[in-house]
């Protein structure tokens, strides 16, 4: 059974920095695709990061391209997302999701089969 745990999130202020991480197992192969996904109240779910099973690409939104780094160390059994130069706007509960092999469309939320539970990141400025 495949299980995502998210962790790491908490209150910032503007300008600092958190990391978040997603605790991943259940997979019987390496070859997954993952990403962190965000929703802000009364918003849509929308994708922020996505790296490719390889680990050789990674995808950002351009709201975060270049303050946000998609991660995941060598055994794959976590996933990171570093947050730099945190905006009030980043304020979110922040999802890590997962689907075997590979997607064609890396924040798309249907392209993933499984969830965490969410952490939430709240930037104040």
């Known amino acids: 059974q495949v299980q995502l745990v998210e962790s790491g999130g908490g209150s910032v202020q503007a300008g600092g920095s958190l990391r978040l991480s997603c605790g991943i197992s259940?997979?019987?192969?390496?070859?997954?695709?993952m990403a962190w996904f965000r929703q802000a109240p009364g918003k849509s779910r929308e994708g922020v990061a996505g790296i490719h099973p390889s680990g050789r690409f990674t995808y950002y939104a351009d709201s975060v391209k270049g303050r946000f780094t998609i991660s995941q160390d060598n055994a794959k059994t976590t996933l990171y997302l570093q947050m730099n130069s945190l905006k009030p706007e980043d304020t979110a509960m922040y999802y890590c999701a997962a689907t075997l092999g590979f997607v064609t469309e890396p924040f798309r939320r249907e392209e993933y089969n499984y969830w965490g539970q969410g952490t939430q990141v709240t930037v104040s400025s």
């Open positions: 259940g997979f019987s192969t390496s070859i997954y695709s």
